[in-house]
């Protein structure tokens, strides 16, 4: 299992994926995040593998 | 590690960012290099900052100013930094982004000076939104003394430019907001860089404004940056992040549309095939109490937000 979080929740997702399969599982917009695998920045087309930790990172402020 | 399918255009190594708009991508080594780069290009397009300028950050603990600070700092500019302690306690806000702000200065061997709000005025600024009614407008409360104080730390401290954190998507969605809206005198006054072209105003730069969002927040994580990553409370629901959702589906179809959107339009009021007919020029005064500049006689917007017997609009 890939294990994602995102603000605060966690998720489990299959392996093999890509990082932007995830960020579309989630519902998120890839224009508006970014993928932390085990800590390091990785692109939308990085394969998730099994026992990833992933942490998808908001990027959008404003106010 | 190693699994991603793009590789990076410099150095073959698996790729941490794509740049979609760029047709790049690069590498956690290959980025920041070139992400510096590309801000060290801005600054030069715009004639943004001098070798000997005396540079004031407006820091906020968050990805953008922390950035922008830390390519100062890398380039070789003198760069001290103002945070302000608004004295926002949700989840100890405030707190958590002072903190974030001293780190980073104190790991440099910068200068971070502190503002509270609360300490100079008596108020933080969530109570002040509250004692004028204004609960529901803490975010142009809040953009207006922190222009004041830093407007005013800048002129008063000798600095000669004030540099602040706005990056592309921030000046797109406000470019879209205020043309859906037709506001000939904003439309005017945006620019990435704002003269001091009175008395008591500082010049003003964004040297971050041709920078994605997104490419700012890839910079700071690479770069090991510890930014506060939550939002500020109040920013929930702000029409400025409806703007930038709507402006984030443009580019999802169209890659580089955010940046033609504003480069076209700052290319276009350079060239003159936009122009803004000049009204009569606002001659200003200086406020009766801080003196800085203001456009009404007597008290300047800032003061009159701290009058109790008075309605504190904006002016």
């Given at each position: 299992m890939v294990v994602v979080r995102y603000r605060g929740k966690e998720y489990e997702l299959k392996p093999g994926m890509t990082a932007r399969d995830a960020i579309l599982k989630l519902g998120l917009d890839p224009e508006a995040v970014l993928v932390l695998r085990n800590g390091k920045?990785?692109?939308?087309s990085a394969i998730l593998e099994d026992g990833d930790e992933v942490t998808i990172v908001a990027v959008v402020s404003g106010g | 590690m190693g699994n991603s399918r793009m590789k990076c255009r410099k150095c073959g190594r698996p790729a941490a960012i794509n740049m979609r708009r760029h047709k790049l991508a690069l590498c956690d080594e290959c980025y920041p290099a070139w992400f510096r780069g590309q801000v060290e290009r801005t600054i030069r397009q715009?004639?943004?900052?001098?070798?000997?300028d005396r540079v004031l950050v407006a820091v906020s603990g968050g990805k953008d100013s922390l950035s922008v600070w830390d390519v100062l700092l890398r380039l070789g500019y003198h760069a001290e930094a103002l945070y302000i302690d608004l004295g926002i306690p949700d989840g100890g806000y405030s707190t958590e982004s002072k903190v974030r702000a001293l780190r980073f200065a104190e790991?440099?061997?910068?200068v971070c000076h502190v503002v509270s709000v609360r300490d100079r005025y008596g108020l933080s600024v969530p109570e002040l939104a509250m004692r004028r009614g204004r609960g529901h407008k803490v975010c142009s409360l809040c953009g207006l003394v922190k222009r004041h104080i830093m407007n005013g730390f800048a002129w008063e401290g000798g600095f000669s430019v004030l540099v602040t954190g706005h990056?592309?998507?921030d000046e797109a969605a406000v470019l879209m907001q205020n043309t859906l809206t037709w506001q000939p005198g904003y439309l005017a006054r945006q620019s990435p860089?704002?003269?001091a072209d009175s008395e008591g105003l500082a010049r003003k730069v964004k040297p971050l404004c041709l920078m994605y969002e997104r490419e700012v927040a890839a910079y700071a994580l690479v770069c090991g940056i510890d930014y506060i990553q939550d939002e500020c409370p109040h920013a929930v629901g702000a029409r400025t992040l409806f703007y930038k959702e709507i402006l984030n589906q443009l580019e999802q179809r169209s890659p580089g549309a955010?940046?033609?959107?504003?480069?076209?339009f700052l290319r276009a009021k350079q060239s003159g095939a936009i122009r803004f007919v000049e009204g009569e020029e606002v001659a200003l005064h200086a406020c009766e109490r801080c003196g800085q500049p203001t456009t009404a006689p007597g008290l300047c917007a800032f003061c009159r937000l701290w009058q109790s017997d008075t309605q504190g609009d904006e002016g």
């Amino acid at each position: 299992m890939v294990v994602v979080r995102y603000r605060g929740k966690e998720y489990e997702l299959k392996p093999g994926m890509t990082a932007r399969d995830a960020i579309l599982k989630l519902g998120l917009d890839p224009e508006a995040v970014l993928v932390l695998r085990n800590g390091k920045l990785v692109d939308d087309s990085a394969i998730l593998e099994d026992g990833d930790e992933v942490t998808i990172v908001a990027v959008v402020s404003g106010g | 590690m190693g699994n991603s399918r793009m590789k990076c255009r410099k150095c073959g190594r698996p790729a941490a960012i794509n740049m979609r708009r760029h047709k790049l991508a690069l590498c956690d080594e290959c980025y920041p290099a070139w992400f510096r780069g590309q801000v060290e290009r801005t600054i030069r397009q715009f004639g943004m900052l001098a070798p000997d300028d005396r540079v004031l950050v407006a820091v906020s603990g968050g990805k953008d100013s922390l950035s922008v600070w830390d390519v100062l700092l890398r380039l070789g500019y003198h760069a001290e930094a103002l945070y302000i302690d608004l004295g926002i306690p949700d989840g100890g806000y405030s707190t958590e982004s002072k903190v974030r702000a001293l780190r980073f200065a104190e790991a440099r061997g910068a200068v971070c000076h502190v503002v509270s709000v609360r300490d100079r005025y008596g108020l933080s600024v969530p109570e002040l939104a509250m004692r004028r009614g204004r609960g529901h407008k803490v975010c142009s409360l809040c953009g207006l003394v922190k222009r004041h104080i830093m407007n005013g730390f800048a002129w008063e401290g000798g600095f000669s430019v004030l540099v602040t954190g706005h990056n592309l998507d921030d000046e797109a969605a406000v470019l879209m907001q205020n043309t859906l809206t037709w506001q000939p005198g904003y439309l005017a006054r945006q620019s990435p860089v704002l003269p001091a072209d009175s008395e008591g105003l500082a010049r003003k730069v964004k040297p971050l404004c041709l920078m994605y969002e997104r490419e700012v927040a890839a910079y700071a994580l690479v770069c090991g940056i510890d930014y506060i990553q939550d939002e500020c409370p109040h920013a929930v629901g702000a029409r400025t992040l409806f703007y930038k959702e709507i402006l984030n589906q443009l580019e999802q179809r169209s890659p580089g549309a955010k940046a033609y959107f504003f480069t076209q339009f700052l290319r276009a009021k350079q060239s003159g095939a936009i122009r803004f007919v000049e009204g009569e020029e606002v001659a200003l005064h200086a406020c009766e109490r801080c003196g800085q500049p203001t456009t009404a006689p007597g008290l300047c917007a800032f003061c009159r937000l701290w009058q109790s017997d008075t309605q504190g609009d904006e002016g």
